[in-house]
Structures are given as structure tokens and as C-alpha cells.
């Protein structure tokens, strides 16, 4: 093992943050580093937090993280921003919170920006929960803004995916996305001493009831809903009660090598993608095809996309 | 030609609806069409209209559609909708407010829902796009919402983005994304009756001059941002005369062509990525290596995907 991973699977801090930015900058140390990390990965228990935007997720997991370390448990954070450079305020004063816990060693927390990263944001966000995973923390919670397809991506990555969501917004309800509710694990309704946090409850079990009717949730565990005020630390225990409940139900059974095998292939066909087409540039550039000229012809309809490609398949 | 591209091209809409239903699919005969489609496009006027949902997006693409009617061009529309299959009403409404078009042959309009179809959405719509393009369509409207990663990849193949916002979301509008802000090249403020219009016009000026004072505009045309009421049909005449202003100044110079080989370099990458990775697995599959055996291993930790991806790239 490279001095680097060596410190990563020590725990050492500094080592973790700088190989995730190795990741976020895709360096090719980066893939060397989490090559020699693997057979130190698949133990920590993955949790992904995902919702709107004002759902009070960063309250929640910071709540959470309070909860895993009263009982002694070790965790890493990583939180999906999609802050603009404009934001600031409200995001990066949740940020500020969390650091409550900034000076506890038992916790790791870092931030990732969307910016700039369209595309490649799953990837680096499975790639620093495997980091974490190999430092060696217990728990790995991955907080995301459960609106696109990306953010979607992300949590497949989980083992149990809570999905949070407010009262008074029965047509926030109605506008959860399909790929959402395929990853929900468990809903947590926050901010439940607002008015209306019975009808959210019952509109998501009738939801969940339609999904049974209709066949779509073949497969699932029971879904869970839980009441919680994030802000008053209330139900904080119950959820991670409900999260761990789901977590050990997997554990029994395949359920867990099961959904390890699904992440692996999903973490094998990106690599793969991206090695195959590296690799087919390079020989198509040692022919003296670039992919500006190539697209540019394309562009001046002299050959089409499926041409190139197939050339480019022979090399 | 086969007789379903020749079908295309000469404008038949049950051949177009056929092929959009193939690339959904992704059925190969799909790609073999695309290829013999490719020469008959580039001409069409891309444009790209995406917002949070209730910004009106739905209306002000069919007050668009009516104002370019009227000037007796063809129009193909292009909704990505993130229905889940619990919404139905309002989105269903508005498709069906479409409708009032149905019975133009000179409008083609279609829906996508994201369901299932995590990460294949920007492919699928651009190549549906390219589509519309061949039929001879002279404007092709693509309308998302404009919250995830992929969504805004959708925006990328348009020649203008129009980012549709409303008064009275101060804070959404601290919200808009990075993603958003970079693909944006003009602003819509739709029910701009509604108190606060002018507020969210000055706010969203002084986030355009942030941006330029950080010189994150490089190489942008100074953005535009125009007022409407879609629902009463006020502004869209000016909303259109603006999408067509960057359209004519992208036409000078190399603008247009250089934007369609951006394009055409995006297409090729995906056409490369999906052909090299079918490539590479069959030859695995020849050896004996399934894709889902290789998880399981890297489940298992018997392997990691690094190395598995080294020796798929060998054979």
C-alpha cells in the first residue's frame, strides 16, 4: 500500500480529505488509491438522507450524527450541495452548524458542490463513501437534494434510503418523483408538530398502498414512515430505530450481498465506460482523429456519430 | 433509406411517433435509423425551456407554439415531465392543454416521463430532438425541469435556453443552480402581474453581474431577461423576438456551428461509451466473465472493478 492509503485505512483525517479531492478532481492517483482501499471497503452501514430542498435534511443529520456518537458509533458525512456560487446564507449556515461537531474526532463531514461536476457526481460521491468506508467509519450518511436523476443516482448507493419530507405540502407529495419513491426505504415526515402532519402521513401510506396495489414495489421491505422535529432533536432516536431495523433486515438473508452486488456492478460499468473510451481515444488520436476534429466533422454532417464509433470499436 | 427514415423525412408523424418510441426503448433498429437520419439534420432552431416546477413552463410553450404558428412556422415540442405515476392532475392538464394543438399537422408534441429511465433521459431526448430536426420541424421547443443534473444536460443541445422563473421566490432565486445559471441565455419572468416581478428582474440582474464581475460569463452573450403573463399571452411575442435575437447573433460568426459541435462531441462521447462498453462485455461474456458474476465477485471482494476493467480493456 502507497504511504497514502496506508493513513487513509489508519483513520488519519488529512489523508481522507485529501484523496477525496484527489476523486473530486479526477487524478488518476485517485483510482490507484481506492484500487489498493477496496478489500478494506464494505463494512460501514450506508444511510443516504434525501429530500426537497427545506425539508430540514441537514438538521436531521445532524441530529442523527449526535444520536450515533451518544451510543459510541463512528461516522462520516458527505453532503450533496447544490449551492451555486450566488447561495451562500441558508446553506452554508447549515454547513456552520454541523460543525458542532468539527472537533470531534469520531466524525468526518464533507461538502460537495454540483458545480461543475454534471455527470460525474454519483461517481465521486460512491468513490468518498468507500473512503469513508475504509478509514473505517461505522456509519456513512449521504445527504443529498432528492429532485434529479443524479441526485437519484446517489442514493442507490445506500443500504436503507430515507426520504424526507415536510407537512403542507400535499403537492409536494403528488410531485415526488417516481425514481424517488423507487429508492425510498423510509420516509421521514420533519417538522411534524406543523399543522397537517397526519394527512402527510396518510397521504404517503395511501401513496404507498397504490404502489403495493399496482405491483410496483416487488421486492421491498415494508416501508416505514416516521414523525420527527428535526430542530427539537424529536424522533431522532425513533428513526434511526426504523433505519437500523431495515439495515439488520437486509443483514438477514442475501439482502446485503445482494445490494452490494448491484452496487458493485453499478460502480464496474462506470469505470469500465470510462476506461473503454479513454483508451479508444487515445488510438483513435494516434491515427490522427482528435475529438474536436472528429466532432466537428460530425457537426459539418461529413460522417455521423455511429461511423466514428464504429471505426473507433475496430482500433 | 428504409421506409421508416424515408417516412420521417418527409414529415409522416406516425413513422416519427415510432421511431421516438424505439429510441425510448432503446431498440438497435433505433441507431441504424439515426444514422441514415443524420444528413437531414442541423437545420431545425433548438430551443430549451426549463424552470422549477409551477413556473408556467407548460403554458408559455403553448403560447410559443400558437405565436409561431401564427407566423406559419412548424414547431416539435419535447416535454420532459417528472411525473411520478401518483401525479396525474395538474401535469396531465396541461398535457391535455396541449391538446388544443392536436389537431395542427404542423405542431408535433411529445412527453417523456423520467420514469425508468435514470441517466438515458439526455440521450433519448436529444436524439427524439434530432428527430424533429429531420421531419423538418423549423423550431424544436425542449421543455424540463430544471432541478437535476440531468435535466440540464438536457439544455446543453439547445442553440437558447430560456431559464423561466416567478415572482416571489427571492429565495429560489438564490437557489437556481450553478448548472442553470452556466446553460442559461436568457430569462423568462413568467406571472409577472404578480407583486414582486420587478424585485425578481432587479435580483436576478444583480446575480448576472455578480456573475460577470466573477467572470464565470467567458464567451456568453449578454443575457436577456424579459417579462410575461403566459396564461394571458402577454410577453410572448417579446419572449420569442428575444430567443430569436441569440439565435440570429449565434448564426453569425461561427457561433452556430460551434455550439452544434459541442453537440455533436457530447453525442459521440455517449455513442462511444454505450458501443465500446456493449463491445467489451460481450468479449467478457466470451471468456466466460458475466457481468453479474463479476459483481458478485467484487461483492465479495474476490476482485476490485479497477481490475476487472484492466483486463476488459485488454481482450
Known amino acids: 500500500m502507497s504511504a497514502l492509503t496506508d493513513r487513509v485505512v489508519a483513520g488519519d483525517v488529512r489523508a481522507a480529505a485529501r484523496l477525496m479531492r484527489l476523486i473530486e478532481d479526477g487524478q488518476p492517483e485517485a483510482e490507484a488509491a481506492l484500487r489498493e482501499l477496496w478489500p478494506k471497503t464494505g463494512r460501514a452501514q450506508m444511510v443516504g438522507i434525501t429530500g426537497n430542498p ?176 428535526a430542530s427539537r432533536g424529536e424522533g431522532v432516536a425513533e428513526l434511526w430505530a426504523a433505519i437500523d431495523a431495515h439495515y439488520q433486515s437486509l443483514r438477514k438473508g442475501d439482502g446485503l450481498l445482494a445490494r452490494e452486488a448491484q452496487r458493485a456492478r453499478h460502480d464496474l460499468v462506470e469505470v469500465l465506460r470510462e476506461r473503454l473510451l479513454q483508451v479508444a481515444l487515445k488510438k483513435l488520436a494516434q491515427e490522427g482523429a482528435q475529438l474536436d476534429d472528429l466532432a466537428l466533422r460530425i457537426a459539418r454532417r461529413e460522417t455521423d456519430p455511429y461511423s466514428v464509433a464504429d471505426e473507433a470499436a475496430r482500433l
Chains 1, 2 share one sequence.
Request: with cysteine; proline share 2%; charged share 25%.
Open 54 to 229: 427545506g425539508a430540514g435534511k441537514s438538521t436531521l443529520v445532524d441530529r442523527l450524527v449526535a444520536h450515533l456518537r451518544a451510543q459510541g458509533r463512528t461516522v462520516g458525512v458527505l453532503a450533496v450541495d447544490p449551492t451555486s456560487p450566488f447561495t451562500g446564507g441558508a446553506i452554508l449556515g447549515d454547513r456552520i452548524r454541523m460543525q458542532d461537531h468539527a472537533l470531534d474526532p469520531g466524525v468526518f463531514i464533507r461538502s460537495f458542490a454540483t458545480r461543475g461536476q454534471l455527470g460525474g457526481l454519483s461517481r465521486a460521491t460512491s468513490d468518498c463513501a468507500r473512503v469513508l468506508d475504509a478509514m473505517g467509519k461505522d456509519v456513512v450518511l449521504i445527504e443529498t437534494v432528492g429532485v434529479g436523476q443524479d441526485e437519484v443516482e446517489v442514493c442507490r448507493l445506500a443500504h436503507t434510503t430515507v426520504v424526507v419530507v415536510v407537512p403542507g405540502l400535499g403537492d409536494d407529495i403528488q410531485a415526488i418523483k417516481a425514481g424517488i419513491l423507487e429508492v425510498a426505504d423510509l420516509f421521514a415526515v420533519n417538522k411534524s408538530d406543523r399543522e397537517g402532519a397526519d394527512r402527510t402521513v396518510r397521504d404517503l401510506r395511501s401513496m404507498l398502498e397504490l404502489n403495493h396495489a399496482m405491483g410496483t414495489d416487488v421486492g421491498k421491505h415494508e416501508i416505514a414512515i416516521v414523525k420527527c422535529v
